[in-house]
């Protein structure tokens, strides 16, 4: 079930932690080795950045993940989503194999329609 608020913003926080840190865009960027566009769309929630990228950003801000994610975590968009992977949790492997493959199938055929 989608949710009107069920994506992740962190564009805020990443924000106000690099300005508390009194670092500049281009600062954050020679740091973590990356482009200034990509730190400002971070920070506007154009994109929500690979984990490793998040990762360095705490480590740089000196800020938990915990923190970063809090709103996601509270919301009701998490709360369905623990629940799914509870249930997956619960299915025998063999159903496991089914919805895994079909994971795999749906994700090639939406990468080839993009």
Do not use: W
């Amino acid at each position: 079930m989608k949710h009107k608020n069920d994506k992740i913003e962190i564009g805020k926080k990443l924000k106000e932690a690099r300005i508390s840190c009194g670092l500049t865009q281009e600062e954050v960027c020679e740091q973590i080795d990356c482009a200034p566009r990509y730190v400002s769309a971070l920070e506007t929630n154009q994109t929500t950045g690979s984990i490793s990228l998040i990762l360095k950003l705490c480590s740089l801000y000196n800020i938990s993940l915990d923190y970063l994610y809090s709103d996601y975590l509270k919301s009701e968009s998490f709360s369905d989503d623990l629940l799914k992977i509870n249930g997956y949790l619960k299915l025998n492997e063999y159903n496991r194999s089914i919805i895994e493959n079909n994971i795999m199938f749906l994700n090639k055929l939406q990468s080839k329609n993009n």
